[in-house]
């Protein structure tokens, strides 16, 4: 029959299409070029690279998670992480880029390229914003937004357990130093009976938060259990991309941010450790008075 002469056609054909979200799967979609500048210098993203980077790039560094904005990969001495932005939620591809559309479909190019635009502005304005001001908050060591010139070759291992040496100088990244996240950290305390440790790391968490509002810095995503964490004692803020100037000083707005985003970390301390509750509220009143 002549069906079974495209029979082999046909099955390549569906493990090629198969084998595409199997490969994504396995690399949890990273890729070199997904993370590669595709943009011209500019002066504003523009920062001073961190001598102290320089010693630490000379390890290996390890896949380790992606999240919305970047890739992250944690050194061989398990003491720092590289987040490298993803390119392709802020640029169109070259594809669509040059070719010729119709002019209905040409203004909707524009205006979702323009909304790329402002979600690497925004994103790119709160690493910034940290790393100009919040640096030992979030353990910002060094923010690289725009290509230098400067060949950095790195070895990452990817989830495949490939060994690359690239030029992250061609990429946009942050390092900060890697943290114990809050809720495993102070869990930790107790269950070692060093509750009077705990009940201090709990305060000053609260403490930098209160610095951080003070500076008119508002966070739209200040989640204890997921984006903070300590390291040697000290809190330290892991997601610094939800930063932005409060030039109008709604602290009260803030405290509703902080109360809707930590409702389950606090019904955790309710429900396992009362004691540290009773700080968690006493330092929250402290934002009352």
């Known amino acids: 029959m002549r069906w079974k002469r495209y029979l082999p056609l046909v099955l390549s054909a569906l493990l090629v299409l198969s084998a595409r979200p199997l490969a994504k799967r396995g690399t949890d979609g990273f890729t070199f070029s997904s993370i590669l500048i595709p943009y011209s210098f ?11 980077a320089q010693t630490i790039f000379d390890q290996k560094f ?10 992250a990969f944690v050194s061989q001495d398990n003491q720092y992480i590289i987040k490298f932005f993803k390119q392709p939620p802020f640029f169109s591809s070259f594809f669509i880029q ?9 203004q909707l190019r524009l205006k979702k ?26 353990g910002l060591i060094d923010l690289h937004l725009n290509r230098t010139g400067k060949q950095q070759l790195v070895t990452l291992i990817d989830k495949m357990h490939i060994a690359h040496e690239v030029d992250i100088d061609q990429m946009a990244f942050a390092v900060q130093k890697r943290a114990e996240l809050c809720k495993p950290y102070l869990e930790r305390l107790m269950k070692e009976n060093r509750e ?11 403490n930098m938060i209160r610095k951080r509002m003070e500076k008119g810095i508002v966070d739209q995503d200040p989640n204890f259990s997921k984006n ?17 100037t409060n030039l109008l000083n709604h602290s009260q707005d ?11 970390f606090r019904s955790w301390l309710a429900n396992d450790y009362p004691s540290l509750l009773a700080v968690y509220e006493e330092e929250l009143r402290k934002y009352l008075q």
């Not at 390890?62 to 890739?71: I, T, W």
């Not at 979600?119 to 690493?127: A, I, L, V």
């Not at 903070?228 to 939800?242: A, K, Y």
Request: hydrophobic residues 35%; neutral net charge; contains cysteine.
């Open 62 to 71: 390890y896949y380790l998670d992606k999240g919305g904005q970047c890739y």
């Open 42 to 52: 500019d002066a504003k993203w523009e920062t001073v690279s961190s001598p102290v």
């Open 98 to 106: 040059l070719c010729r559309w119709p002019t209905y479909l040409n």
């Open 196 to 206: 009077s440790e705990a009940c201090l790391s709990i305060r000053l968490l609260m």
């Open 228 to 244: 903070f964490g300590f390291v040697d004692g000290l809190p330290q803020q892991i997601d610094i991309g939800r930063f932005s």
């Open 254 to 264: 803030d405290l509703k941010i902080l109360l809707y985003k930590n409702g389950e």
């Open 113 to 138: 390229a323009a909304l790329k635009e402002s979600r690497r502005s925004k994103d790119f304005t709160s690493y910034l914003l940290a790393f100009d001001t919040l640096r030992n908050e979030t």
